[in-house]
């Protein structure tokens, strides 16, 4: 019975992935059974010969080749993603895309959303004067993204695609699944802080709910507006007890937010938790070494009401 | 700042400035795991070509999708599901390219396959050793090429490469236990085919 036991779990015992108490008994076993030491020995024979396929390490060539092909790619990438910024206004978009005086003749963009076709023609004869032949009204479309660009070779012409949305609205209560979820949208997406502040601080009235918890853990690590991760710390604040990740986020934000008030607000509500170990990890180097004196002093006072451990 | 208590805190540091935009953190991030990528991917495809190429669409795919990473895992996990679904999909394209592979026949009459590569960066004193080791590579080289991508990809995984049966399971999107199964069918298929090989 035993030896079944053994033989099937001979192979993970050679790959070192057996738990500390069936590795025990597997080698007490093996101590008095010729039949399993011999199947052991088989399986150990072959996976070492397994090796006759050795891993090569890539020579410092390739990997030097292989860093420079990247670097090259990355830089194409971002030029890429440059375009997808440019979001909402189309005016701002004409002002950021610089056009060279050189580059004149004609300028054709054609835009695509949903059964919305828009064109915008602008034609320029050897840097004369831009005469533009003006379509749908801005406001009641706004661009959210350049599909692609493209310039037929050897011209001067220039294709542009573009998608847009009309703008729309709902009402409603912080109870509608409609509005919880624009309102989780706009916290992540919105380039306008004032907005994502407002989002923020209406999901603040629902940490409970996982969804706005996650979008309040996402602010604090992310946005870059320090009043909205402020406040999606004190929201967040009371649940570093019974949530774990709660608490890693915190802790996260303690050790690498850029602005000292958010710091100082994570080091007080990691007050509660300050006996867990991880807590007290960086408690520790906090207190030996941190540049802000009063979270170094703090974090001195935070770990000396602990009891003490060994 | 406080200091850096852990790797794991750096490699948290460099992501965000990543998602941030901060091109110089990513560069650092993948010198980190470089050449980690690099050996798998050799290894995998036996040809330092291939390689390069799953490496550079691994490194461009993650910097692409930065933004997208929540911390949900480590980074080395997430890297590496990159690099292995690359991986798997090289695997599956070999494999129906496989089916008209052109195949020549050597001097002693065998035929071997025209696209096979195997990487030998070994060369010693002793030529005939050479050679044996050489037609020992080959054919395991072959009878790994009779797994499914999944089950080469476990194998690799764990036996060449030696990450935990637990990460290899989560590379992969599944559980410890799947990947234990996973390796244990490679384990007898590799051994069917290679029961000739003292």
Redesign the interface.
Known sequence: MKCEWVKENV??YV?N?LPDDARYELEQHLARCADCTAELKTTRK??T??S????????PN??A???M???E??ET??QG?FWHRLIFDPAAWLRQVRFAPALAAAIFIVGFAGGIATTYKVVSDRGASIASVPVSTPAESSITGIQSISQDPGSNHISIKYNTVSTQEAQGSLNDQRIQQLLLFAARNNYNSGVRMDSVDLLTQEPNNTHVREALM?AL??D?NPGVRLKALDSLGPFVKSDPRVRDVVL?A???DSNPGVRTDALRLLDPVRADSSVR??LQ??A????NQYIRSQARIMLSQLPEFD | ???Q?SGR?DD??LV?EA???N?AA??EL??SY??AV??LA??LTGS?HE??DV??EA??KA??SIGNF??ECSFYTWIYRIVTNLCLDHLRKRQVRKEDAPVATDAAGEQYDVLDQ??D??SGANPERDLM?RE??KR??HA?EKLTPRERMVFEL????GL??RTVGEVLHTTEETA?NT??RA?QK??GA?AD?R
Do not use: C, N
Request: aromatic residues 10%; glycine residues 4%.
């Open positions: 192979l993970l790959y992935e072959f996976h010969m397994l006759e396929l050795p891993v090569e390490e890539p020579s390739l990997v080749a292989s860093r092909r990247l670097q790619g990355l990438a971002e993603r996402y690590r992310y870059s996260e303690l050790i690498q990890t960086v180097e906090l030996r070494s941190d540049q | 700042m406080a200091g208590a805190i948290t540091m965000r998602q941030h935009g091109r990513f560069e993948v010198r470089d050449q690099l050996r050799l290894h330092e390689a390069q490496y550079q490194f461009l910097y692409k929540r911390f195997v990487p960066g070994r080791r020992l590579g395991i080289s790994l764990k036996h060449y490469h935990k049966l234990k390796l244990f384990t590799l051994r290679l090989m």
